[in-house]
């Protein structure tokens, strides 16, 4: 079992810049891979960004060049850098991790980018 708890998230001008934290209960490098989706209202769940155990990530065409995943091993950290954010990246962010041991999803965080 894999239990994430996500932090970070708050209310920003369009131009600025937030750093969403989601720790997860075991190794990171055990887990196959840890996403970030965001859903707005009204709105599907999405995917935005992927790092893999052995290290790829993969983004969104929508947030390619403004936000980057990354991981911290020592902390059981994965990290998004939301850079020049603009008000169409608002939604709640949700952590998620695909496993050995099943899909899991952290409680999510909200982004509000004010115009």
């Known amino acids: 079992q894999v239990q994430l708890v996500e932090s970070g998230g708050g209310l920003v001008q369009a131009g600025g810049s937030l750093r969403l934290s989601c720790a997860a209960s075991r190794s990171i490098f055990s887990i196959n891979a840890i996403s970030w989706y965001r859903q707005a209202p ?26 980057t995943i990354s991981r911290d091993g020592t902390k059981n950290t994965v990290y998004l850098q939301l850079n020049t954010l603009k008000p169409e990246d608002t939604a709640v962010y949700y952590c998620n991790a695909l496993s050995l041991w099943g899909n899991y999803w952290g409680q999510g965080t909200q982004v509000t980018v004010s115009s």
Do not use: H, P
């Open 42 to 67: 009204g709105k599907q769940r999405e995917l935005v960004a992927t790092i893999t155990s052995g290290g790829t990530t993969n983004y969104a065409d929508s947030v390619k060049g403004r936000f």
